[in-house]
């Protein structure tokens, strides 16, 4: 049985610390335990967690590990059963698990960006509007709202198709939508769970390419994935296994990543 | 969604069940049949939602019918025309009824569709989806239509106190025993021969039921012929007169029934595209996102949201005209009367709005029965909107918008061509008869106030749908 050592974890935590470079994280996790109402184990095991400002982070881990439980808690989606877990905003740091579900819902929409493996648009509504809803919601003007949108969307290649409606764009433009919407909010933060899940290789390559773009103009990423090649290209990649942070390392070990993601 | 369908997994697909013979297809629906009606606990509701469904068609048509055949015992001079005026009633409300009965039966089916086409996909032949569908679809009306015989019990005193001719309808409400078991037989035929004419889109193609098909729009030409129609029927309006020298009470009739024939067929025509047009300009002016959304809704399929409310199209046509010509009437001539045309003036419009209110009860409940079909439906877009941080708030008032207005489009729609009919008896009925003419406004308003309330009765389903994502996702 491969380690559960402690040890292994406070080891990646200070080598990512050691990048931080002493600065406060932009969100920081600690001791956060999810347990789910019918569940016999719990599907994280106080996990201690430091994502600094412009870090790219790939979680990793085999199916059921609690990836996406660890996502939807570090993002206010979930609240956990224990632990905190704390944003740096503008206003100070804020106690996401402490917030209730107006506030945490509140900060999703203003603070936090998102990108599924799918179905977080609307069909009925155009790409351009599916963008600008995000803007609209935070009570901008439509039109100024589909302005910016319709700016997002041309930097991420949709030129062109701003009229058409969900339905009518492929998987990989569909997706790059959801990329615009997530950050045409000016969200710092962006929560990706198997972004590039339901597309071919070389789409892929190109919604991740737009995602870690977004990383470059300083937003912070986090990224769950099954995809070996998705992680070697972000910062630094974090593997779970039964909810427990097993390896935390900058460059991906391909020990690590074989060894837990093959289990 | 679920990685866990049985359709992705083709190693495990089972031999397709030989049942080349319709009794083997039935031999196999039975075996299948508690397989089929086992269900997770999160489905509890989605059961429960068709039966009331069909409680409530069978309740309102029981009361519909109760109403109409009290007047049948009756038995002196005007007992007649009291008859012909609940016929005229009965088949005013009978596209309402229409209306839910078809909420019913789409809500009981969107349920069995995902579950068909996965049989479908597992191997099962036609027949034996054939049967079960029926299968499932007459015991959901059955079930439904017995709870809805202990409404009628329950509803039937309450409308019993409507009073005609001074007197309260009281026991005339109950229908002969013998048609109850006959409504909930006739409840259940229905709903097995609407399963089965919904079926063919899931025995034609497994995957049919998840590829939704974009909505035919409406031609321009039938607008012209429809405004054609109006203005023919404002033309004929006028010489209502003229035929009655030439021809006789039996001319008026028949105008009038044509009038009011091409009327229907006219708003038909006319409804799906005003409502088209209207959405279109919402969907441009929208600065809110329920308002967006709710126009980008009804533009998805703007006839089935006409077609939705459409059942006060007529009832609210005629509710114009009833309170227009009573108004009238009762200003001019009570003098020389007898008592008992008094009491037909009277009765009459109370008829009528008894008929608008009804029509209007059953529009919501055929709301009510939609939206939350449909909330159900879009239960992955409520999670997903609700992990973006969109407030609940936005979705529910986005449905209720997009039934709101088609019900505006209708309701407002129709009374106005009445009124146009008769423009210049509207102006006299508002001078002479203010009261009349308000409290024909306070029943649309009431039914207004009905719809809305149904139509947001759906967002309760929502905080249920996110307590349990993993449900839909
Ligand atoms: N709503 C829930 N109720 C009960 N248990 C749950 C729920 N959601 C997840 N779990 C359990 O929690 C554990 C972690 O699940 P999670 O979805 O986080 O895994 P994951 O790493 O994202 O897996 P995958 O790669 O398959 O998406 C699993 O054992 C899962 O069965
Ligand atoms: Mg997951």
Known sequence: MPTRDPLVVRRGRCLAAGRVGGMTPLLSARGLTMQYPGGTTPALDAVDLDIAAGESVAVMGASGSGKTTLLHCLAGILRPTAGSVTLGSANGPVRIESLDDAGRSRLRREELGFVFQQGLLLDELTALENVAVARMLAGVPRA???????????????AGLEQRRLGELSGGQAQRVAIARAQVTGARLIFADEPTGALDSATSVEVLDLLLAATQAGRTLVVVTHDAD?????????????????????APSQAATAAEVSR | MTAAAPSSTPGSVPAPVPDARPAGAFATAVHLAPLFARRRDGDRLALALPVAAFAVVTALLLVVLGGAQAFFGWDDDLAFTYEAFAIIAVVLLVVPLATVGASAARLAARRRDERLASLRLLGATTGTITVLTVLEAAATALVGAVVGVAGYAVLAPVVGLLRFRGEALGAQMWVPWWWLPLAVLGVGLLAAASAVVGLRAVVVTPLGVRTRQRAGTAHWVRVVIAVGVLLGGMVVMQMLGVLGN??????????????????????????????????RRQARKAQTVP????????????????????????????????????????????????????????????????????????????????QAAGTLDRAAVHVSLDRLGVPRSVMSEASRRAVMSALWMVAGGSALCAAVLI???????????????????????????????AAALSARLVPGILARPERVL
């Not at chain 2, 709710?294 to 509710?319: C, H, I, N, Y």
């Not at chain 2, 008992?340 to 709301?367: H, K, N, P, R």
């Open chain 2, 423 to 453: 423009f210049p008896l509207v102006g006299m009925a508002i001078f002479v008869q203010p009261i009349a003419i308000v409290t024909a406004l306070a029943v649309f308003a009431a039914g207004f106030l009905a719809v809305r309330g």
């Open chain 1, 230 to 250: 998705v992680a070697r290209r972000c910062a630094r990649t974090v593997v779970l296994r039964d909810g427990r942070v097993v390896s935390d390392t900058a």
């Open chain 2, 246 to 279: 030439l021809g006789g009470v039996v001319a008026i009739i028949g105008a009038l029934a044509a009038i009011f024939g091409g009327m229907l067929l006219a708003l038909d025509a006319l409804g799906p595209w005003f409502v088209r047009v209207r959405a």
């Open chain 2, 291 to 370: 308002r967006l959304l709710a126009a980008r809704m009804v533009l998805e399929d703007p006839k089935a949201a006409w077609r939705q409310v459409s059942g006060v199209a007529m009832t609210s046509f005629v509710g114009v005209f009833g309170a227009v010509g009573l108004a009238l009437t009762q200003t001019t001539s009570t003098e020389g009367m007898d008592p008992d045309e008094q009491w037909l003036m009277q009765d009459i419009s109370t008829g009528v709005l008894v008929t608008v209110a009804i029509s209007f009860l059953m529009v919501a409940c055929s709301v009510g029965i939609n």
């Open chain 1, 144 to 158: 100024q709202a589909e302005t910016e949108a319709a700016q997002w969307l041309h930097h991420l290649g949709l």
